[in-house]
Every structure is written in structure tokens, then in C-alpha cells.
């Protein structure tokens, strides 16, 4: 049956919020058709195998990534970041940050339970979206969007990314001359949900003596850890001895 146009409207919407292309679009329909939607009213079938092959795709880019970020860290510290990396409850809490529930076909009965917020449901349709476009377009293009996906929750929850730890320098500094701890605030969140951009700003100094300066992230954690950096390049510009 071929896609409606409705859904043809829906899947081009999911694309642009994820910012990647299919060449062939039942693919994507696939992957977003939950195994409760009655087969004569969908176009492809359920994507309860593309999730098989998902977890298989997620794992080995989430893998590789650990790998050649971690050098010096053993299987065992290895295997329990990607354990998180890969989990239910992450790939939901993704499938939720890019409202993809909205564009899951499902039965009346599952939708009218919060299908489209299940954990189980997300968890479920992120895999399969990685499984859809690495079939459609390739190994390179969705390491590309996994990667791009999980980055801040890199930066966030591991730290891994391509900054020093910036506010932990920042606070050793201002300690070793009796100032006190680096003061921080989101001063503005801007974007959609799924792709927000936090500006933060620092404050350090001494009695009338102030120094401020602002960064910018995906995340507040990510935009603290700029702000950081961007002051202590301040201070050295002006020769404060911190």
C-alpha cells in the first residue's frame, strides 16, 4: 500500500528534526510502525526486526567510539559506559528529547494507552531508525548521526568530548589565591526542544575586582565547561595571577 500523503508529510518533518535524508522513504515508514499497527493499514511492516539489527549497528559505533576515545581504559571500565550509552532508558530518554513519538504508527487500542510515550516504544523506534539508515544510506552516515545524537550526552554524563575539564581548572586556580568558587548561571536557552543551545555565564573574582565571561553548549554542562574556558583565557590575556 503506498504511503498517504499525510505520512509522506510526517516522515519528511521526522527527517528534518533529525537532519538526515532517506533515498528510501518505506524504509523510514518501517522503522516508525509499531508491531500493534494492523498490517492492512500500513504501508511496510513492523520494525521489530529493524531493532534487531539497530541494537547491532548502536553497539558497535557507541563501541568504536568508546574505544578510540578511551585508549588507556580497560574492557571492564569500557563495557559499563557503553552499557549506559545503550540502555532503554537512554535511547528513550533520546526518543523523547526528538519528540519521536509524534511520528510512531500504532494501533488505536496502544495509542490510546500512551503508546506514544512509552519508554519501551522509543527505546524500540531509535533502533530502529539507526537500522533503516544504515541500510539506506550506509555505515558512514549513521555512525555520522549517532554520533551527532549522543554527543552531548558525552560531553554531559562522561565528560567525553573535544574540551579539557575547564571548570575544574578554573576552581583550582581561584582556590589556590583565596577567591571564592566560580559562580554559575544560565543567563538563555533558545532552539527547540530536542536541539537546544544554553549560554552560561562564569563569575569569579574578589571584592570589587570582577571577572565574567559567557559560553555556549547543547547543554548547561557543556556551556558551564565554555564559559570556564573562555575565562580563563581572559585572565591570562590580562596577566591576573590566579
Excluded at 499497527?37 to 541494537?55: H, M, V, W, Y
Excluded at 533520546?94 to 495509542?111: A, C, P, Q, V
Excluded at 560531553?155 to 566560580?182: C, H, M, N, R, T
Amino acid at each position: 500500500m503506498p504511503l498517504t500523503l499525510t505520512r509522506v508529510e510526517q516522515l519528511k518533518d521526522f527527517q528534518e528534526t533529525f537532519q538526515i535524508e532517506f533515498k528510501n522513504i518505506e524504509l523510514l515508514d518501517q522503522a516508525l510502525t509499531h508491531c500493534s499497527c494492523p498490517s492492512a493499514d500500513i504501508a511496510a511492516a513492523d520494525n521489530e526486526r529493524l531493532e534487531f539489527l539497530g541494537d547491532a549497528v548502536l553497539k558497535l559505533v557507541v563501541s568504536e567510539h568508546l574505544f578510540q576515545t578511551f585508549p588507556d581504559r580497560d574492557e571492564g571500565f569500557l563495557t559499563k559506559v557503553r552499557a549506559v550509552l545503550v540502555s532503554d532508558s537512554m535511547l528513550a530518554e533520546i526518543g523523547g528529547r526528538y519528540t519521536l513519538g509524534k511520528y510512531l504508527l500504532m494501533s488505536r487500542n496502544e495509542e490510546g494507552n500512551g503508546g506514544a510515550l512509552r519508554k519501551s516504544n522509543l527505546a524500540d523506534g531509535m533502533e530502529a531508525v539507526f537500522a533503516a539508515y544504515y541500510l539506506d544510506s550506509g555505515l558512514e552516515s549513521v555512525r555520522e548521526l549517532i554520533i551527532r545524537i549522543y554527543q552531548p550526552i558525552f560531553a554531559e554524563e562522561f565528560e567525553i568530548g573535544d574540551y579539557q575539564d575547564y571548570k575544574s581548572v578554573l576552581q583550582e586556580k581561584v582556590q589556590a589565591v583565596g577567591w571564592k568558587l566560580p559562580e554559575y548561571h544560565v543567563i538563555q536557552e533558545a532552539g527547540p526542544e530536542h536541539n537546544k543551545l544554553f549560554t552560561s555565564q562564569v563569575r569569579v573574582g574578589k571584592g570589587i575586582k570582577k571577572y565574567r565571561e559567557a559560553g555556549q553548549g547543547r547543554t548547561k554542562k557543556e556551556s558551564e565547561q565554555r564559559a570556564a574556558q573562555k575565562l580563563l583565557e581572559l585572565l591570562e590575556a590580562e596577566s591576573v595571577c590566579i
